[in-house]
């Protein structure tokens, strides 16, 4: 059972309030997983999708290999613009904003020395009668200084999600041994 999850102290995780409106740890799928090889990769894609799921979520460990700032994350191909609101820290300066893009813009940092790690769900991907929220938490640790953010964003179509693709921004490569893993919700 995972750490969150289980009991603590003689308490459930239900106890400390964990588990108010998140998946059960068994209803997580394994999907996919992308592992960089070398030469690294300019985009990771996820494709033909099923609509067999309530949400998804993707877990990565990654690095680009230029440091770019942030990545992006395109739908189903799409230009359409999305709402992206995002709060982003380093320990001695917070930042928060908003921006309008065909992409959804996850924070990060910029060190080539570190991964940074990230969890991204996609609520309701596959309900076609509302429009699809995004949203991710991530970091990263620079020996004792790093980065933490946390963003969302409203893909503003009720077009189910079939296919996703992540890139480094301004088109940076995604450095060797970067991985990324899909899981469906059920």
């Given at each position: 059972m995972?750490?969150?999850?289980?009991?603590?102290?003689?308490l459930?995780?239900?106890?400390?309030?964990?588990?108010?409106?998140?998946?059960?740890v068994g209803?997580?799928?394994?999907?996919?997983?992308?592992?960089?090889?070398?030469?690294?990769?300019?985009n990771?894609?996820?494709?033909?999708?099923?609509?067999?799921?309530?949400?998804?979520?993707?877990?990565?460990?990654?690095?680009?290999i230029?440091?770019?700032?942030?990545?992006?994350?395109?739908?189903?191909?799409?230009t359409?613009?999305?709402?992206?609101?995002?709060?982003?820290?380093?320990?001695?300066t917070?930042?928060?904003?908003?921006?309008?893009?065909?992409?959804?813009?996850?924070q990060?940092?910029?060190?080539?020395?570190?991964?940074?790690g990230?969890?991204?769900?996609?609520?309701?991907?596959?309900?076609?009668?509302?429009?699809?929220?995004?949203?991710?938490?991530?970091?990263?640790?620079?020996n004792?200084?790093?980065?933490?953010?946390l963003?969302?964003?409203?893909?503003?179509?009720?077009?189910a999600?079939?296919?996703?693709?992540?890139?480094g921004?301004?088109?940076?490569?995604?450095?060797?041994?970067?991985?990324f893993?899909?899981?469906?919700?059920?």
């Amino acid at each position: 059972m995972s750490p969150i999850l289980g009991a603590r102290g003689g308490l459930a995780a239900s106890a400390y309030g964990f588990t108010s409106g998140a998946a059960a740890v068994g209803n997580y799928e394994s999907i996919q997983t992308v592992t960089v090889g070398s030469g690294g990769a300019a985009n990771i894609t996820f494709s033909s999708i099923a609509a067999t799921y309530s949400h998804l979520q993707v877990r990565c460990m990654y690095n680009t290999i230029t440091n770019a700032d942030n990545i992006g994350m395109t739908l189903n191909g799409s230009t359409t613009p999305s709402r992206v609101h995002y709060l982003y820290g380093d320990g001695a300066t917070a930042t928060a904003g908003s921006t309008t893009s065909n992409l959804f813009t996850i924070q990060a940092g910029a060190n080539a020395t570190i991964m940074y790690g990230m969890v991204i769900d996609l609520l309701d991907y596959s309900n076609t009668n509302k429009y699809k929220t995004l949203r991710s938490l991530g970091g990263g640790d620079f020996n004792g200084s790093g980065v933490t953010w946390l963003s969302s964003a409203l893909y503003a179509t009720t077009s189910a999600i079939s296919s996703f693709t992540l890139q480094g921004s301004g088109g940076q490569l995604f450095t060797q041994y970067s991985s990324f893993a899909l899981y469906g919700i059920k």
